[in-house]
C-alpha cells in the first residue's frame, strides 16, 4: 500500500496542474494515468489559449488563466509554445455582428474588457486574407495559442520536480472510501490518501459514479486536420461567428483546421473513429472564410478522446456526496487554457476548502435531478 | 544529370514550361522525370531552412519533388504525367503571400 | 464512380495487386483495382505495358515476366483505377479514393491491401542534397522514360537491387563509377546456417552470381565500406566513405543510395491494424492469418506490404488472399478453396526458399540505420539525428510523443522515409527493442489531399462513414 497526499486520477493537463499545485502548496500527490501523460485529449487538442467567446460562467477562470499563461515560464519552467498572437472571431453577416457587440457590451459591464469588438476595416489589418464578405467581428488581442502536448509535459515534469509522483501505464480500477480519506484500486497496487481528485477526462464518469455523484457525461472525439506549409497569411487563431470554426496557421507555415466536429469515442479501446462527412463540413467552412486554404493539401486528421457535458461547461469542484474527494472533468473541448487555474482551484479546495475564483457553476450537484 | 536513351520507342513531344522557361518532355513521363532530363536538378528550397531538395524517390514516398503545377503548389512531380502547356512552378522555401 | 458496393476493392497493382484482382474477378467478383501509378505493374514492373525501353535485354527476363501478370489481369474483367489514390479505408469498408483531383467513397465487402514496398532510409549525412537519389529512383526512371544517368555515378549500399541496376545500366551502355558496397563482413557467418536453403532455389544463386559478376567487370567494387558521406554545397560534388579506416573521396555527379526494402505500412497502419516488429527483416510488418486477413476486419494484406518477399512471392500471396476472399463472399467453398490454393501455396514455398539467407546476409549495418548526429533522419521537418537524442535524454519515450518536440513525422511524407529511422534511433538511445518503442501513429489521409477536396466530398449519410484510429 502506497501513501499520499492526495491520489490524482487521470494524466492530462489537469490532473498534472492540480499535482503541480498541490506541490507548491505542500501536499504530494501521486497520479494514475493508464497511458502516458497528455495521450488524450490534453495533448492533441488544438492548443487555443482563448478567452474570447467563453460561456460567461468560464470567464473570470479564463480571464484568471490567461494571466498564467502570459507568465508560463514562472510557473513550469518552459515556455510551452505560447504565442499571445490574439484570437479573432470572425463575423460573416451584420446579424452575427450585432450580436457580438452586445456580447462586449455585457461583458465589459461584468468588468471584463478583453473582447473587443471591430469593424471590417479593423478586420482586414488583423486577417488580410479573410473572404470578403466578412462584415467584422470580435478580437481578444492577449490570447493566443500553445503546443498541447509539450504544455502538459511541461506541468507533469515541474509537479514532478517539485514532489509529485506522476505513475504512467498504471490503470485506476477503482475507489474506496475508507475511515479518514480513500483507497485508489490500481492494476499496480493499492494507494491510500486523504483526498482523492477525479481528473479522467472522458472516462471520468465511472469514478464520479463511485464517489455518489453520478453524471451524463458523454465521450466526444472532437477531429482536428492539419495542413502542408502555406504560404504565411494569418497571424491571430481564427474562430467563426456563426461556424463552428477554429483555425490557426503556425510559424512554420502549416494550418490547424479544427472546430469541435465530432468523431465517434471508443473508449475501451482508447481509439477513435473520423467522420469525414463532418470534417467535409469543416473543410468547407475554412475555405469559405479563407479562400486560399482550397488549394492547401491535409496531412493528417486526427481526434482526441474528451468528456463533454450537457450544458457544456465542465465540473470543477467538491463531491456533492463525500468528503476528500473533488473533481475536474468534463471540460467539454475547451479546457486546454483554463489548466493553470483550475489545478490552482483543486489544490485551494483540498488544502483550504475555499476557491479562490467563483466555481458554483461547475458544481456536480446540478446534474443530479438528471442523472437521478 | 540524367539522358534518355539514343535508341527509345518514339513517343510524342509534350511541351511545358518550368518557372516561364520552356522544356521539351515526352509523353507518358513524370513531371520529376522531365524536370530531371531537361538539366533540373533543384526543384524546390525548403520551407524548414531554405535548402535545395530535388528528386529523391520517384515513386511518391519522399515528398522531396514538391512543385506548384498550373497553380496548385505542392504536388509530388514524380506522381503527375506531363500535359501539353503545363506550367510548373519550382517552390521556393517560406514564402510570403503576395498582399 | 458511384458509391454503389463492390465485392472487393483490391489497392496497389504492383504483382499482388494484379494477381488478387484477377483471381477475384475470374471468381466472378466485382472487383476494382485502385492503383496511384498510371499504369498496372507497381514498382518493379514499372511502366511495363508502355515502357520506351526497347531493347527488351536491358531490362531483363525478370521484369518482363510481369507482362503475364498485366495480361490476366487486363483479360480478368477487373476494373483498373488507374492514378488513384486510395487514401482511407473505413470500418464500413469505404475505400476513400482520389482521382483527378475529387474523391468518392468506393464502398467494398472485402478490401485486399498490396501496397508493396518502398525502399529503407539510408540516413547518410548530406542524403537531402539534389544529386542523391536512391537506387530504386535510378531504376524507375529507366523503366518509365528510358533515362540513364550521364555523368559521374556512384551506387552505394547493400542488397540485390544496388547490383541490378549496375547490370541494367551496363547493358544500357551507362557508366557506373563505383560501388560501395556497405555489406557487413559479420552478415555472411550469420546467413550461413540458412545457406543449404539458399542453394536449393538454386535459381537466386545463379541470378546473383550473374549480376556480380557482370558489375566486376565493369564497375570498381570497395567492399567493406562502414560510413558514407554525400558532401557539396547545394549540390552533390562528392562522396566520402570510409574503408577499413581509410578515408577516401571521390568526386561525383550522383549517388544513388540503396539498403533493402521495406513493407510499405501506411495504409494498414492508418486503417488500425496491428502490426509487429520483424527483427529479422528490421521493419514493422501487419499480423496476418495464414490466409493473409488482418487483424481489421474485412482487410486482407498481401505482396511485399505484408512483409518482404519478392515479386514471384507477392503474386501467390495475391492469389492466396483473393481466394479466400472468395470464400468469404460465398463464391468460393473451404474446400474449393483450399483446392485452388494449393497451387499458389507451393509456388509461395519454392520463391520464399533462400529468402532467410538474404535477409540476414543483406541485413543493412546499425550505423546505417541509426545515424551519425548531424545525419538527417527527418527530410521533412530537417531533424538531425542529435535532435532525436537529445530529446530521449529529455525523457521523451516515443517517436509519437516526439512529434510535439521536433515534429519529426509530421512534414507530408507522413514517416515513410524517416519512420524506422526515428524507431530505431530511439530504441537504441533507450537501450530497449524497437518493438517496445512502436511506430508513429499514421493517420488519414494517408497521402496529403486538399482541403478543397474534402470540402467537396459527399455528405449524404449513406456517402460517409467513419474510421477506427489509435
Known sequence: MTVADAVIIGGGIQGCSAALHLARLGAKAVVLEMAHAGRHASGVNAGGVRTLGRHMAEVPLAVAALEAWHRIGDLVDDDCGFESVGQVMVAETDAELTRMRSRAEDLSHAGFLHEEPIDSADLRRLVPAVADHCVGGLVARRDGAANPFRATLAFKRKAESLGARVREGVRALGIERVPGGWEVDTDDGRIAAPAVINAAGAWADRFAAQMGDPVPLQAIAPMLMVTAPMPRFVEPVVIGGGRTLSFKQFRNGTVLVGGGHRGRADRASQRTVLDWRELSVNAESACALFPIMRTARVVRAWAGIEGRMPDDIPVIGPSGRQDGAFHAFGFSAHGFQLAPIVGAVIADLVTSGRSRLPIEPFRIGRFRAAAG | MFARLPDLKERAVVRLTVDGRAIEARAGESVAAALLLSGVLVVRTTPVSGAPRGPFCMMGVCFDCLVSIDGEPNRQACMVTVRDGMQVERMQGARKVDP | MRDSMIDVAVIGGGPAGLAAAATCAEAGLTTYLIDEQASPGGQIYRAIADTPVADRAILGADYWRGEALVAAFQRSGAVHLASALAWDVTPDLEVAVSVGGGSRFLRARRVIIASGALERPMPVPGWTLPGVMTVGAGQILLKSSGAVPSGRVVLAGCGPLLYLLAAQYRRAGAEVALILDTTPAANFKRALRHLPEFLLAGSYLAKGAELLLSAQRSVEIVRGVDSIVAAGEGQLRSVRYNVRGQEREVSADLLLLHQGVVPNVNLSMAIGCAHDWDG??????????????????????????????????????????????????????????????????????????????????????????????????????????????????????????MKSFLRCGMGPCQGRLCGLTVTETIAAARGVAPGMVGHYRIRPPIKPITLGEIALLPKSEAAIKAVARG
Open chain 3, 280 to 401: 529479422e527483416q528490421l521493419c514493422w510488418s501487419p499480423r496476418l492469418d495464414a490466409w493473409s486477413n488482418a487483424t481489421v476486419g474485412g482487410v486482407a494484406i498481401a505482396g511485399d506490404g505484408a512483409g518482404i518477399g519478392g515479386a514471384a512471392a507477392a503474386a501467390e500471396r495475391g492469389r492466396i488472399a483473393a481466394l479466400d476472399a472468395a470464400r468469404h463472399l460465398g463464391v468460393l467453398s473451404e474446400a474449393q478453396r483450399d483446392l485452388r490454393a494449393a497451387g499458389p501455396r507451393a509456388a509461395l514455398r519454392r520463391a520464399m526458399r533462400g529468402r532467410r539467407f538474404l535477409d540476414l546476409l543483406y541485413a543493412p549495418a546499425p550505423s546505417f540505420r541509426v545515424p551519425a548526429d548531424n545525419a538527417v533522419a527527418c527530410r521533412c521537418e530537417e531533424v538531425v539525428a542529435r535532435q532525436i537524442r537529445d530529446c530521449v535524454a529529455l525523457g521523451v519515450p516515443g517517436p509519437n510523443q
